[in-house]
């Protein structure tokens, strides 16, 4: 079992090195750079040349490569290009934001959809599942800018409830930390309730035709007592599976969200970052974000592991 | 009536239905206390369905419609959901057929026993711990303290169809349903099994429900047999009576399928061989050095001659089945060679082979329900090997399909229909047909009677034995059934744990095996007689190679 988990492990790091490289390349091709962005409509070719050589933009390509990738391998991810600030400090103060929100919304996501998945799943085509269905189908289907437009246009323009703008540096108290976090929080989460209920719903219901449930309930036992302590522990791998690549709709949605409650998080940053051509800031949360899903991914690997006797004793 | 004579349990009228259609219709029996009854037939005769609905239990898409059912002094069908609950489980209980998905794989089978007293509140955990062993000591299980730790990949069939009688025992119900709890062991393993059953009904005294489609397997339990078919009640009577004078036709028709028979072979002694493997090892795993990482087949030789039959015959798990596909080319030999029609032949895979090759040899699986595309029409799934070997386009091809069709004893209106609309048995002979179309000259049988009715199947080896004798094909007969291979093969192989322990003609390998195996293998196919249970049982038996 160890050797099955190092061996996700080092997959993770190959898989990330690779992500690394690829983001390397990838903004690399960008057009225009920094140092043209910085000087705008003033350059001439002297200036914009002298201020390359300072930002180390002259260098080759590989040199570059090998320069940034051995920083980051020491924690140091560069100076942003923008404001000359050191880009692990310029993250420092969103990350931790955006962590809280994708958080509170899997807090929310993952409870409330298994409660409804395995409730459609016990009464399978019944009017709860229906409504459910529907309701799921809706939620997953409607982008999530769309959502978070709607809750701010209804929940804060017309009725007032929530502040439309979600500046939550400036809040200090539990009550007010509610007040800013509820829009985005359902505005991020409803997309992943209706994927993750439908998706254990059914797994679920696929399992409750198996020989060891009908077993369960001859023994007297009650229809949910067998989906729950029977049937859940086996597909616990799948659902934890599915869950983690739903969940990774958190990691991207968050970009509309944030963009549009103006939430000071690292997507918002990252967004900044593309328009200014701040290399390093952008190279840097897009491979945060890559970790973010490789992170997810290798969790639920381990939890299918360790839900499996098969694969727990090998 | 003195209450000794009082019947226990009381089924009156029992009508089940699903999809539209009555499966049980007006079914009346009843049981005194202690009985044990049998409830025969073949598959789709209802006999699983009404032993569930005695739990007033049915399965998805089946209703119970009308009648009553009476257990003690319970009007089953009455109960409301609670005290189905209590009643399940406790006063009856449930053995299933294959206990290895009957036991959810990611629990101990421990937990999983002790849940069953618990679930009910009829002992404490520490004292449902306790009998969990005791009950598994009664069935002669290994380490009786220590097994139920283990999760159901860790045991073997036959000690999970006992684990699966110990779950139903713990809170000492007072009926027990047995729905084919020996189908799927090996006939060895089943001998083991049925006498733990026995003596277990025998000293709790349990009145028992006995479902099954062997009348070997209830002429040794049963007090009382009652057959079915079609979902009605065929014959009831006691088990002597049905098993020596029988008064339907349709009970003398499944006892005469249970006879022991011996097709006409054709003898060939000096025919040119066909198929010939020398050495071949085998297995799963990556090859290195020529040997497998899990070898499954140790140097195996044999030759079949031209229209003869080489039976091969071993429990699960001996290597049967994973010779067929090394011949096949599905799987690589590890090492070994093997000539067809004095060529030799590719044991590395199935691609390398010449199409020649693959034309004369042809392999016939287990499953026809799942090596037939349910969404091409059966003219389509023989025409394609047609057009593939022979070219065979149009109005050519559909006449080949017809003639296939005829050859297999099938009517040509079934042309044009999915495998989906036809019986077991007409989708074997399909499935056999399919192979036909190459025109082969050699064809492994893999296990293709096995999932078929006794009836049915004898059919279906009849129908081989005379394909034999028209088109001079050879066969590589693959079966656990000792009475198949008894009734169609020259030869037989026996393999035990992947290597030949015996190898004789079909007459001498029954009357006189020589290895202790193949006797206790011979020993073990269930007879018609009462107490041949006990006479098999009496004897120590012969240890394994």
């Known amino acids: ?314 | 009536m003195s209450e000794q004579d009082k019947p226990f349990i009381e089924v009156s009228n029992l009508t089940i239905a699903a999809g539209g259609r009555d499966i049980v219709r007006n079914v009346s029996f009843a049981a005194k206390k202690g009985e044990v009854i049998a409830l025969i037939g073949e598959s789709g005769s209802g006999k699983s369905t009404i032993a569930l609905s005695l739990m007033g239990y049915a399965r998805r898409g089946c209703r119970i419609t009308g009648g009553e059912i009476r257990v003690g002094d319970r009007d089953v069908l009455g109960l409301s959901r609670a005290a189905l609950r209590g009643f399940r489980g406790k006063d009856i209980a449930y053995v299933a057929q294959s206990a290895a998905a009957a036991f959810n794989p990611v629990k101990r089978i421990r937990s999983q026993i002790v849940e069953a007293a618990t679930l009910h509140r009829s002992m404490s955990r520490e004292e449902a711990g306790r009998r969990q062993k005791a009950l598994m000591k009664t069935m002669a299980l290994p380490e009786p303290d220590s097994i139920g730790e283990r999760y159901v990949h860790q045991v073997s069939g036959g000690q999970l169809q006992r684990m699966m009688a110990a779950m139903a025992m713990i809170n000492t119900p007072e009926v027990m349903i047995f729905d084919e709890p020996t189908t799927a062991l090996d006939v060895t393993t089943q001998v083991e099994v049925l006498t733990a059953f026995k003596a277990m009904i025998r000293e709790r005294g349990v009145t028992a429900i006995y479902v099954s489609h062997d009348l070997g397997v209830v002429a040794q339990v049963a007090d009382r047999i009652i057959v079915l078919k079609d979902g009605e009640v065929m014959e009831n009577a006691p088990a002597e009576d049905v098993l020596e004078r029988p008064r339907s036709g349709f009970t003398r028709s499944l006892l005469d399928a249970s006879e022991t028979r011996r097709l006409d072979l054709s003898e060939g002694h000096d025919r040119d061989v066909v198929l010939q493997a020398d050495g071949v090892v085998a297995g799963y795993g990556r090859i290195r050095n020529g040997l497998p990482g899990y070898p499954v087949l140790h140097d195996i030789s044999f030759r079949i001659r031209q229209g003869q039959t080489l039976g091969l015959i071993g429990e699960s798990g001996s290597g049967k089945s994973t010779l067929g596909r090394v011949l096949a080319g599905l799987l690589p030999a590890a090492q070994g060679r093997a000539m067809l029609n004095g060529r030799p032949l590719d044991l590395r895979d199935a691609r390398r082979r010449s199409k020649l090759d693959r034309r004369e040899l042809q392999i016939v699986f287990q499953m026809a329900d799942t090596a037939l595309n349910p969404r091409l029409s059966n003219a389509e799934i023989l025409g394609r090997p047609l057009t593939f070997y022979h070219g065979l386009r149009g109005g050519a091809r559909r006449q080949r399909v017809m003639e296939l069709l005829d050859m297999v004893r099938l009517p040509a209106h079934l042309a044009d229909l999915s495998p989906r609309e036809l019986s077991g048995g007409q989708k074997q002979r399909i499935n056999l047909a399919r192979a036909l179309a190459a025109n082969p000259s050699v064809v492994i049988c893999d296990e293709v009677t096995s999932a078929l009715d006794t009836v049915v199947a004898n059919a279906v080896v009849e129908l081989l034995v005379e394909l034999q004798r028209e088109l001079g094909l050879s066969y590589l007969f693959i079966s656990h059934d000792l009475g198949k291979i008894e009734a169609m093969c020259n030869e037989v192989m026996v393999l035990l744990k992947g290597r030949e322990v015996e190898r004789a003609a079909r007459d001498r390998l029954t009357a006189a095996p020589e290895h202790a195996y193949t006797r206790q293998l011979v020993r073990a196919v269930p007879q018609l007689r009462r107490g041949w249970l006990e006479e098999v049982t009496s004897v120590p038996a012969a240890p394994t190679a």
């Not at chain 1, 992500?19 to 910085?38: E, H, M, N, Q, R």
């Not at chain 1, 955006?98 to 409660?115: D, E, F, K, N, Y």
Request: glycine share 8%; hydrophobic share 55%.
């Open chain 1, 1 to 314: 079992m160890i050797r099955l988990i190092l061996k996700r492990l080092v997959l993770g790091v190959l898989t990330l090195w690779l992500v690394a490289t690829l983001v390397f390349l990838v903004s690399g091709a960008l057009p225009g750079d920094a140092a043209a962005s910085l000087l705008g409509q003033d350059a001439t070719p002297a200036t914009l040349a002298a201020l390359r050589a300072q930002m180390g933009l002259d260098q080759p390509e590989f040199i570059r490569y090998w320069t940034w990738l051995g920083g980051i391998l020491h924690g140091n991810f560069g100076i942003s290009l923008a404001n000359g600030q050191p880009v692990a400090q310029v993250i420092a103060t969103r990350l931790p934001n955006s962590l809280m929100l994708a958080g509170l919304s899997a807090l929310v996501a993952i409870p409330v959809s298994l409660v409804l998945g395995i409730a459609s799943a016990m009464k399978p085509n019944s009017v709860f599942d229906r409504l459910t269905t529907l309701l799921s189908i809706i939620a997953l289907s409607t982008p999530s800018f769309l959502i978070a437009t709607l809750f701010v246009l209804v929940l804060s323009v017309w009725t007032g409830w929530f502040p439309a703008l979600s500046s939550v540096d400036r809040v200090h108290s539990l009550g007010g930390l509610f007040q800013v976090m509820t829009l985005p929080v359902l505005a991020l989460s409803l997309s992943v309730i209706g994927q993750m209920a439908r998706m254990t719903r059914a797994i679920l219901l696929q399992q409750m035709n198996e020989p060891y449930v009908e077993t369960a309930v001859l023994k007297g036992s009650s229809g949910l007592r067998a989906a729950v302590l029977h049937a859940l522990p086996n597909v616990a791998g799948p659902i934890v599976n599915a869950s983690a690549l739903s969940l990774n709709a958190l990691i991207s949605g968050v970009v509309f969200v944030e963009v549009i409650f103006a939430y000071p998080g690292l997507t918002k940053l990252m967004v900044d970052s593309v328009s200014n051509r701040d290399l390093p800031l952008m190279q840097a949360c897009a491979l945060i974000f890559c970790a973010g899903f490789l992170i997810l991914v290798l969790i639920a690997d381990i939890i299918a592991i360790l839900t499996n006797p098969k694969l727990r004793t090998a």
